[in-house]
């Protein structure tokens, strides 16, 4: 996304395709991938969305494929929507789906689909030194291997008080290999948090109350009320989320409590979510219905539901308008550009 807003300066018309998503939504009566929904909102694509997302891989989709394969069918599927989406731009931005062997157990890995479409590759790699550079190489062997001409790679998330130290190792590591460096982006916690609503729709709850104020609010911290009202004030901070079960009126108290007591003033809770599938007493939910806490009611115990939640793969949604601007100024700041629009 941010690249095609850069790059958006140089080309007028700029196609964007996901030959291969593995999280899909439906839209316009299609699967297609989550990311081609995001570009289509946010970067104002003109192409169909069926075309940006040509093979979106549902729940049982791999074992089908094993029993009875047919990459020709896939290959075809893919090279049509390209070659719809090619034609009407200057330049399209084709999105790989996780590292260069993914796909592979349907014959569609990212190298062979670089490969299909004659594009050249930019990898993109976690903060670190020895690891990114050790992954790169590995991915770059499957790149080699589909005769895919890697770029350069952009190394993405390094963490702020290491930044100068590791973009200057990754540069050297990686220049003895032949590899050049096209950027290199620090860490920002905020593109990693999600909102309450992308929690909602991940964990499949119940809204007892505030469904008006998903959108309001990112969470900074998960906390899990399994401890007394007195030590859980310790843990909570601005912008928590509190898990715990839908009979621990005392931490639910609490927590309305200092939204009530405090205001803005005060740290501000994200959401409340209620396990064990119990609904609190009726004369607790009437002081709920006093704030604008969301509050969701989930069957599943509180470790389920604190295990699923930290695991989440927060994804931009296309209504996250600070986000898309943060990406943006990121990739203006640390990316090269020119050098990226030389390789082409």
Do not use: W
Not at 96 to 112: I, K, P, R, W
Not at 166 to 186: D, M, Q, T, Y
Not at 191 to 198: G, I
């Amino acid at each position: 996304m941010g690249l095609i807003y850069c790059l958006k300066k140089i080309f007028k018309r700029i196609g964007f395709i996901k030959p291969v998503g593995q999280r899909y939504l439906i839209e316009e009566g299609y699967k297609v991938d989550e990311d081609s929904v995001l570009i289509e909102h946010v970067c104002h694509m003109k192409d169909t969305l069926k075309d940006m997302s040509p093979i979106a891989v549902e729940r049982g989709y791999t074992e089908k494929y094993i029993k009875k394969p047919n990459r020709m069918r896939l290959v075809k599927q893919i090279k049509k929507s390209f070659s719809q989406i090619e034609k009407n731009n200057d330049l399209v931005i084709i999105e790989g789906t996780g590292h260069a062997g993914v796909g592979s157990v349907f014959d569609l890995s990212n190298a062979s689909v670089a490969h299909l479409l004659k594009a050249k590759v930019i990898l993109i790699s976690s903060g670190g030194v020895g690891r990114p550079i050790d992954e790169i190489l590995l991915n770059k062997a499957l790149f080699d291997k589909e005769n895919v001409e890697i770029m350069g790679v952009i190394v993405n998330k390094i963490l702020p008080s290491k930044y100068e130290k590791v973009n200057e190792l990754v540069r050297k590591g990686l220049k003895r290999k032949g590899i050049k460096v096209l950027g290199a982006i620090p860490y920002e916690p905020i593109l990693s948090k999600p909102t309450m609503k992308q929690i909602y729709e991940e964990i499949n709850a119940k809204i007892l109350h505030g469904a008006e104020f998903l959108d309001n609010t990112t969470v900074e911290k998960t906390v899990v009320g399994a401890m007394e009202p007195h030590e859980a004030l310790n843990y909570i901070d601005d912008r928590s989320l509190i898990i715990t079960p839908g009979d621990r009126e005392d931490i639910i108290l609490t927590a309305i409590s200092m939204q009530l007591i405090y205001g803005d003033s005060g740290p501000s809770i994200a959401g409340l979510v209620l396990t064990g599938g119990i609904c609190p007493h009726p004369s607790v939910m009437n002081l709920v219905k006093c704030t604008d806490i969301p509050v969701f009611l989930v069957k599943e115990d509180t470790y389920s539901a604190a295990s699923r939640i930290h695991d989440l793969t927060v994804k931009i949604r296309p209504q996250d308008k600070t986000k898309t601007n943060l990406v943006i100024d990121l990739i203006n700041k640390f990316v090269d550009i020119k050098s990226i629009i030389n390789n082409f």
